[in-house]
């Protein structure tokens, strides 16, 4: 696990010390070692956080003749396997890393060989021969790589702050922020400034000596199955889903450091653990973290899961510097995102990094499993398709007219919308009647279909695919990548920790790919084929007790601790000088939210994070807190 970084100016030469300024700033991603490798106008650089071959896994690593060159940030779980194959085909080792692996399979099989790596990546080669840069992303885009391609070359790194280093422009982008009004995250391949891209996952990109710049796909998620497959049925796919899910957690549990498991006391991470714990001579050691406001505290549960499997469990109930610890994360994610579970992710992290480098993690078993209760709404939803063209005028009119303040989740606004997919974004994301309320016209975004499917074109299925299929492929594809990915990558690399995701296979997605709908939102319940797969291994109050999110109690904080940061922020001159928002409905909500009389905590946070972004853009020389300490405290062995 490493930050990487670099560039290649064609018509320009290459500095260590300028891709070294680049690699300075993700020491955190990587406090164990550095290393460059310069070639006429490349610079490749990385910062290495060491899980596998501590002795000999030093980057950047070569081929036998020093014409392939590769930086690489993540794990290859099937590396072994690869190897031994490309031993045979006469290949020769000089490390016993992942890393070197990827060499030698780009010598052999060129781009093509991405498809048969298995794990979570983010990679840079510079072929000598070829005179051409290769970036690439893995299949769910667990591991970032922004880049910028111009006319001086091509430039990237695991974070922003390293292309403001190389000298990147940073011109915001407008278009971008005007979707995180609506997502509260800006989706890939967009960033907050123009010139610069994310790589979408399961893509490459490549770099000719002539500027030429080609992108392709090596894996796309599939669409979810409407019916049932003929040659799979529903005990078989449960039988498979138990193995597969096994093998996946048993190959992430592959490291050369202290390893262990997140345990919230959810499905997902328990399962994890239990399967973990069924596969390991050693106790798992096990992390859960608890508020104390009981409706944010789930340690009951996840001490039932630690008992059973007799983990080495570790427990803290918490009561964070709420100021502090948010103007901490703003600069760790280095664009405006306002998912506020970064923070117990971002503590649970920091309070594992204390014991043990690696991490698994139940992160994914809700979108490829239906876990989410947004999707049994949908069917609630649904009702709404029998209503009339001339009764949704009239609702239309009516919503228009109504106050905010008699707004629940706006379900005349939904009447009015005959289309499935604007309703389920309208019920689930920054509804249009917020958005009126709050934004300059200059800075609202339509919210009809044609617009969505213009905006996210390899994220909603073609037209005519079911309402419940369309939005569990966006949850598990825009979602999943820009938000909930995005959230456990800075946060446990903010404390250089690495976390892998077993439930987020590509093997294990591609068969939950084939089940239907019908057998994962069955019994009253998500994930009810996961839990037939697996749920025997659960303590029974878990398969029987309400989903809870994990989540802060934000809606007291902005009431107590954080009322005076949040005003200070939301109604300075600063703020609303920067013409995007109505400053007389932000005073509502902050007012109506102090009141009591209303839960506004989402709407303001997301407002919070994106002054707080600003600020930290405008003032790059500010203090890192996160980042300095690292810079001063020595190497973890």
Request: aromatic share 10%; glycine share 8%; proline share 6%.
């Amino acid at each position: 696990m490493c930050g990487i970084a670099g560039y290649w100016e064609r018509d320009g030469q290459g500095s260590i010390a300028r891709v070294k300024s680049m690699c300075d700033q993700i020491i955190h991603r990587g406090p164990d070692d550095e290393g460059f490798h310069v070639d006429g106008g490349c610079a490749i650089g990385m910062r290495r956080l060491s899980i596998i071959d501590l002795a000999t896994g030093h980057q950047p690593i070569s081929n036998e003749d020093g014409t392939v060159w590769i930086v690489f940030n993540g794990e290859i779980y099937d590396y072994q396997s690869l190897r031994e194959d490309l031993v045979r085909k006469g290949h020769r080792f000089a490390t016993k890393s992942d890393t070197e692996t990827i060499v030698h399979l780009y010598e052999e099989e060129g781009v093509e060989g991405i498809s048969r790596l298995r794990g979570m990546f983010a990679f840079c080669i510079w072929d000598t021969r070829k005179q051409q840069m290769l970036l690439v992303r893995d299949r769910f885009g667990k591991k970032p790589l922004y880049y910028s391609a111009g006319p001086r070359g091509l430039y990237f790194g695991s974070e922003l702050k390293c292309l403001r280093a190389a000298g990147v422009p940073m011109e915001i982008d407008d278009d971008a922020l005007r979707l995180y009004f609506q997502f509260n995250y800006i989706p890939d391949p967009l960033s907050p400034f123009r010139n610069v891209r994310k790589l979408p996952p399961g893509s490459w990109l490549t770099c000719d000596r002539d500027g030429t710049v080609r992108q392709g796909r090596y894996w796309k998620m599939p669409v979810p199955a409407e019916k049932p497959d003929a040659a799979l049925s529903e005990k078989e796919a449960a039988r498979q889903l138990r193995e597969l899910f096994d093998e996946s957690v048993r190959i992430r549990m592959i490291a050369d450091v202290p390893l262990g498991a997140f345990l919230s006391g959810g499905i997902d991470s328990s399962s994890v653990v239990a399967s973990m714990a069924l596969q390991s001579r050693e106790p798992v050691k096990t992390f859960s973290i608890g508020f104390e406001e009981a409706a944010f505290n789930e340690l009951q549960y996840a001490a039932m899961v630690a008992k059973r499997y007799k983990t080495e469990h570790h427990e803290i109930v918490v009561k964070p510097d709420s100021v502090g610890l948010v103007t901490r994360l703003v600069r760790h994610f280095d664009e405006p995102f306002a998912d506020s579970s970064a923070i117990p992710t971002f503590i649970v992290s920091e309070f594992a990094a204390r014991h043990v480098k690696v991490v698994l993690t139940g992160d994914g078993g809700d979108e490829l499993f239906d876990g989410y209760e947004s999707f049994f709404a949908i069917d609630k939803l649904r009702r709404f398709d029998a209503i009339p063209q001339a009764v949704r005028r009239v609702a239309s009119m009516v919503a228009g007219l109504l106050p905010y303040s008699a707004y629940g989740k706006n379900y005349l606004r939904m009447i009015s919308r005959p289309n499935p997919l604007e309703r389920y974004f309208e019920y689930n994301y920054a509804p249009y009647f917020l958005r009126e309320r709050l934004l300059r016209p200059e800075w609202m975004l339509p919210s009809s279909s044609e617009f969505l499917q213009r905006t996210f074109p390899d994220c909603l299925p073609p037209d005519g695919a079911d309402i419940l299929s369309q939005v569990t492929f966006f949850e598990a594809t825009a979602k999943l990548t820009g938000d909930m990915l995005v959230k456990v990558d800075r946060m446990s690399m903010a404390n250089s920790l690495e976390v892998r995701c077993p439930l987020l296979d590509h093997k294990l997605a591609e068969l939950a790919a084939r089940i239907p709908h019908s057998w994962k939102m069955k019994n009253g319940r998500g994930k009810d084929i996961l839990l037939q797969a697996i749920g025997d291994r659960l303590p029974p109050e878990l398969l029987t007790r309400s989903k809870m999110g994990f989540g802060v109690p934000l809606a007291l904080w902005f009431r107590t601790t954080l009322r005076d940061f949040l005003w200070d922020h939301l109604t300075s001159a600063r703020f609303l000088n920067r013409g995007m928002v109505s400053g007389e409905f932000v005073e509502f909500l902050l007012g109506e939210h102090a009141s009591g009389r209303r839960d506004n905590s989402h709407w303001l946070w997301s407002l919070l994070m994106l002054e707080l972004w600003f600020r930290d853009f405008e003032d790059p020389a500010g203090s890192h807190p996160l980042l300095d300490s690292h810079r001063s405290a020595p190497a973890r062995q």
